[in-house]
């Protein structure tokens, strides 16, 4: 099993990112989907959630209106939108694969927002 996070990087406030993690290894349309981030000295938080059809989608407060996910299932892959970013988004972003008691996690990518 492996989960690839890229498209992570340091962007200025205001602007925009797009991160995709790659899948590999597991019937990825069976799993929801899930990024989290982690920054520094601060328990990993769950960002933003997508059921294994797509259909279902669930963020956290901070991110509602300025984040979303998509997946694309003949791609095994999911992709997390950032806009409006704010140097509070600053940290690291992890993508999971869930289903049942089965759970993977990918390396991490990091995003930084600073002028």
């Known amino acids: 099993v492996t989960l690839v996070e890229s498209g992570g990087g340091l962007v200025q406030p205001g602007g925009s990112l797009r991160l995709s993690c790659a899948a590999s290894?597991?019937?990825?349309?069976?799993?929801?989907m899930s990024w989290y981030r982690q920054a520094g000295g601060k328990e990993r938080e769950l960002v933003a959630s997508?059921?294994?059809?797509?259909?279902?989608?669930n963020y956290a407060d901070s991110v509602k209106g300025r984040f979303t996910i998509s997946r694309d299932n003949g791609k095994n892959t999911v992709y997390l939108q950032m806009n409006s970013l704010k140097p509070e988004d600053t940290a690291v972003y992890y993508c999971?694969?869930?289903?049942?008691?089965?759970?993977?996690w990918g390396q991490g990518t990091q995003v930084t927002v600073s002028s």
């Open positions: 999971q694969a869930r289903r049942g008691f089965e759970d993977y």
């Open positions: 290894g597991f019937t990825f349309s069976r799993f929801s």
């Open positions: 997508i059921s294994s059809s797509g259909l279902s989608t």
